[in-house]
T-cell receptor, first 112, second 113 residues
């Protein structure tokens, strides 16, 4: 079992819709969770970080964390074509000494 | 200027050659990382360093070596490059007082022919 799993996609949504991206992780003791956006050929950039159960909202983005289910998600409201990118989930495992483990990413395509 | 700078940005090298990728940072972070990215495989950790005297292997360290010359500098070397090391390489930094998130350099696209 991979430590951090994401559906590779592509996830295709129409402009203005809600895009829902999901991530599961294997280490139940993980403490910190991050969503990065990566455009093709570019470096990942941080979108959201979340550390406790529940929802965290920042503009059009909402991160949701459920530690009991070992599940973290990212919702993008009012999706725009400029949101088309690969979204990477990253986790600090309990024994990591702060190194990050990345999922393979979900490619999002927002159709105009 | 970028907080995390990688050089070179692009490099084509021949099989068997030694090549060094360099990374420098101005964020003052102690922790530095080298990741490799291949299509469909996400980011895989090659090496990481928590200070100048603390260097650790990641999940795919074979064929690579690193040097932490200073808090701000972390270099990755391919001792004898092979074609399956063709990939996009990223350097990153983090600090627990800064939320443990990783800050990435612009990436180095390496092609081994």
């Amino acid at each position: 079992q991979k430590e951090v799993e994401q559906n590779s996609g592509p996830l295709s949504v129409p402009e203005g819709a809600i895009a829902s991206l999901n991530c599961t992780y294997s280490d139940r003791g993980s403490q910190s969770f991050f969503w990065y956006r990566q455009y093709s050929g570019k470096s990942p950039e941080l979108i959201m970080s979340i550390y406790s159960n529940g929802d965290k909202e920042d503009g059009r983005f909402t991160a949701q964390l459920n530690k009991a289910s070992q599940y973290v998600s990212l919702l993008i409201r009012d999706s725009q074509p400029s949101d088309s990118a690969t979204y990477l989930c990253a986790v600090n495992p309990r024994d990591s000494s702060y190194k990050l483990i990345f999922g393979s990413g979900t490619r999002l395509l927002v159709r105009p | 200027d970028a907080d995390v700078t990688q050089t070179p940005r692009n490099r084509i090298t021949k099989t068997g050659k030694r090549i060094m990728l360099e990374c420098s940072q101005t964020k003052g972070h102690d922790r530095m990382y080298w990741y490799r990215q291949d299509p469909g495989l996400g980011l895989r950790l090659i090496y990481y360093s928590f200070d100048v005297k603390d260097i650790n292997k990641g999940e795919i360290s074979d064929g690579y070596s690193v040097s932490r010359q200073a808090q701000a500098k972390f270099s990755l070397s391919l001792e004898s490059a092979i074609p399956n090391q063709t990939a996009l390489y990223f350097c990153a930094t983090s600090d627990p007082s800064d939320g443990s998130e990783a800050f990435f350099g612009q990436g180095t696209r390496l092609t081994v022919v």
